[in-house]
Every structure is written in structure tokens, then in C-alpha cells.
């Protein structure tokens, strides 16, 4: 499932490399992860990247695999027409631990194939609750949800729909406590420690100005 509601500038078809990144990020989730990313697109006014969906029916490995064929059609078709533009700069996958298997499968797929993930663990809302407060400690997925419902009455636990203008102001703190986060699971797997996630290297591809 595609989820290409915003026409590209014209500009993504100058043969002229633009200093943004054009960027690919694959999501396994139906309503979240997209609504978020699609977004924080729009706040920071970013046309250079696709969101696609994998919803409902891939694992991590599955969305690695979709991530790379996006990418190797894109590149086939910059190759056909002369445009580097239509290239993909960085493609990202995003998925959570849940209770998937393949996991460390899914993370050297990647690896081998020069494709980013932004993982968390337990699930995406974590980092949506790093927006309002500190990582909770090591809580199970409902219990993060639960917490996210708490900061954001309206945020519902069934579609999981999510409206940016809740979670903005608390961007650049998200950030500081993602990052956090991260310095501790140096020296173990990724997928083997709860709380983490890794969200803000994505997000600050994404917001970061032209260089």
C-alpha cells in the first residue's frame, strides 16, 4: 500500500542536484508512524521524500525487502531518464520490536544493503511519549500507549491516528531524550533492550536546512 498523497515539486525533476536529501521511508504501520512522518513533512516543509506502507501484512524483513526494491526502481528509472533526482539519497525502515522474530535477520538485511532502520522498543509510541516526558522504563507496548493516551486525551488507541500540532513543541526535547536513549544501548543489541528507539535520527534527516 502507497501512501503518496503529496505531489512533488518540480524541482525533484531538475537535473541539478538540490542539497536535500531525497529520501524513501517505508513504514509498517497503517496510521502512526505515516501520519507523523507525513507531518513533520509538512511542518518543515520537506516535498523531498515518499512515505510507502507496508501495513498489515510484512515483518521487519519483509519491509527491508519492499525498501530495497523501491530503491533499485527509482534508481533504474534516474538511470532511464537522465535525472539523478529521481533517486533516493537514504532509505529507511521503520518498524518496532512487537513480538516479531526476525528482527537481527531484518537489521543484516539492511546492513548488507546499505538501508537505514529507526527502530524502537517496544513500540513506535515511544518515542511519541518522549515528546511530553522522560523515557518510563522497560513497560510493555499497551502500558507506553496508555501513557501517550494520558499526554493526548484525544489520541486513539483503535485507528492510533496522530495530528502533529500535538507532539511539535515537544520536538527538539523528543530528541535530546531519544538521543539519550541511544548512548546506553551502545554496547548490546538493539533489539534486546527496552526502552529504546533511535526515531530522531530519522526526524532530524528530514528537518534539518540545506547545506
Known sequence: MARRDRERKPSRRNPFRNPKPVILIVCEGRNTEPDYFEGLVSEFRNPRVDIELVGGKGTPKTLVAVAKEYREKALSKADKEGDENLAYDDVWCVFDRDDHLDIPDAFQMARDNGIQIAFSNPCFELWLLLHFRDQPGMKHRDAIITLVKEEIEEYDTDSK???????????????????????????????DRNPYTDVHKLTILITSPAT
Open 161 to 191: 491516528h496522530v495530528d502533529i500540532n500535538k507532539f511539535i513543541n515537544g520536538y527538539s526535547n523528543a530528541i535530546q531524550r531519544s538521543k539519550r536513549l541511544s548512548l546506553f544501548a551502545d554496547d548490546q543489541r538493539l533489539w
